[in-house]
């Protein structure tokens, strides 16, 4: 008989499969564990051989442009969007708030002016001295409660005008009780309104000051925020459009080809986001340095002539109400008077530009002949006042107490008249500036219209065409 081979041999003799065993390649044998990639490795793969072939890299070139073009496109309308959120402030918000700390400060010195020419005029206090110190009195209260609610956020100006809202009642009550005693004739008066005076120089003017100074510097500080250049988003448009630049280069140098349009495309856009960007903050920065120079700046040198005319107004009142002891409301006079008009010693002027008096100063930065007019007009007077101030002096010093006075208040050639027209030139020179600032500020503003949507809208459409340009690429090789 012929011999069985043995089982688990094929035939040929090859030998077969171990009973139990399982066969190469199954599930959970040696050999498919020695084959097995991990999802990482399997990746990594993946990636390496993306980036080793063209299309692999023609793809990781295109999201990379499209990313670079829309990040320049979301940082110029992050960074536009932030200097006109400034410069809408300078318009609507700092410099209104700053005009107005200069009303209060000019309403309160107004009112102690007024609360002395009514005293000189004794019981027949005339209705319009009256009526002007009760119109300064409610504009500069009406003006605290504003201030009050748009000052948040400021420690200093909110303490000013608490301490102004708690001291102006005090002097109010000092004015009515000196009234009241000069009515009766009774020379408590006098004493009354000296405490007045005392109280609005000494406190409500200082604070009135360090009030207009903080609105001030918010405006600086508004107006650097609005003029400050977008650095970052002209560096990104910078690093887009060369990454755009390098991408055309190397598609030319491997294909021959000048042009890539979908590449020429997004580089347009972006050069023409890019020169949108610096052309309009270029403009608008211009306009607001115009408003500025030719408002604010003048604005603030016009309310420091005025503020100081009506207290060297109020100086020449007091030095009447003395009666012979008001030699140092003399010499405060004298002071305010070196400083609106110069003639004085170097250092005489407490504000101000060195070496030029207030009026100088708001001449010269006045831009046009309508403002430069009606700075003279205001110096003229100042001149006519001063003569008159030393007429009324000799007078007094003579012992001729009521023609003294009456060459101060009296309603014919009095320095009462040359203060008034004083006044009302500096009043209209700063009606003129504020004019102009709101015309120059709002020219600015509207240099930042339209680029903030326009910047992301190009980006998009510059992120598109860069992809549309490397997709060209990618479809040779299909």
């Known amino acids: 008989m012929p011999a069985v081979p043995e089982a688990g041999h094929a035939a040929g003799g090859a030998p077969g499969p171990a009973p139990g065993a399982r066969p190469p390649g199954a599930p959970g044998s040696a050999a498919s564990g020695a084959g097995r990639r991990s999802g990482w490795s399997e990746g990594r793969a993946r990636l390496r051989a993306a980036v080793t072939t063209e299309p692999g890299r023609l793809r990781a070139i295109g999201a990379a442009l499209a990313l670079l073009v829309v990040v320049f496109g979301a940082v110029s309308s992050w960074q536009v969007a932030d200097r006109k959120a400034a410069a809408d402030a300078v318009a609507e918000h700092s410099q209104p708030l700053s005009a107005d700390a200069a009303r209060v400060y000019r309403s309160l010195a107004d009112a102690d002016t007024s609360a002395s020419s009514g005293f000189l005029a004794g019981g027949d206090e005339p209705d319009e001295v009256r009526e002007r110190y009760e119109d300064d009195i409610r504009e500069a209260s009406g003006l605290l409660a504003d201030a009050a ?6 420690g200093t100006a909110e303490r000013q005008i608490t301490v102004l809202n708690r001291g102006l009642p005090v002097y109010t009550g000092l004015v009515e009780a000196a009234r009241a005693n000069n009515r009766q004739g009774l020379p408590l008066g006098g004493a009354y309104l000296r405490y007045a005076n005392e109280k609005m120089r000494g406190e409500l003017l200082p604070a009135a000051r360090k009030l207009y100074t ?5 405006l600086e500080g508004d107006y650097e925020d609005a003029t400050s250049w977008p650095l970052l988003a002209v560096g990104a448009g910078v690093v887009a459009l060369g990454a755009l630049g390098w991408a055309q280069r190397r598609t030319y140098l491997r294909t021959n080809r000048v042009f890539n349009q979908g590449l020429l495309g997004a580089s347009a856009v972006v050069l023409v986001a890019l020169v949108w960007l610096t052309g309009g903050h270029a403009l608008a ?14 604005l603030q040198a016009l309310n420091e002539a005025r503020i100081a005319t009506l207290q060297a107004r109020g100086d020449e009142n007091m030095t009447l109400v003395a009666r012979g002891g008001g ?4 010499d405060s ?6 400083a609106i008009a110069g003639g004085g010693k170097a250092g005489d002027q407490t504000h101000g530009a060195p070496g030029m008096s207030l009026l100088e100063e708001a001449r010269h930065l006045a831009d046009d002949r309508t403002g430069r007019q009606a700075v003279r007009d205001a110096e003229k007077a100042v001149e006519a006042w001063q003569r008159r101030h030393l007429a009324a002096r000799v007078k007094d010093n003579d012992g001729d107490y009521e023609d003294a006075v009456d060459q101060v208040i009296g309603t014919v050639d009095s320095t009462g008249q040359s203060f008034d027209q004083v ?7 700063t009606a003129h500036e ?3 600032f709101e015309q120059a500020a709002d020219s600015a503003r509207g240099r930042f219209r339209g680029l903030t949507a326009g910047a992301l809208v190009l980006a998009v459409l510059g992120a598109a065409a860069a992809v549309l340009g490397i997709g060209r690429r990618l479809a040779e090789y299909r």
């Open 149 to 154: 609610a748009d000052s948040s956020g400021s």
């Open 214 to 218: 903080a609105e001030s510097g918010r």
């Open 285 to 298: 920065r211009s306009g607001l340095h115009e408003s500025d120079t030719r408002g604010a700046a003048s």
């Open 327 to 330: 030699a140092a409301y003399e």
């Open 333 to 338: 006079y004298r002071k305010r008077m070196r």
């Open 423 to 429: 006044d009302k030139s500096l009043g209209r020179a």
């Open 434 to 436: 504020q004019e102009q």
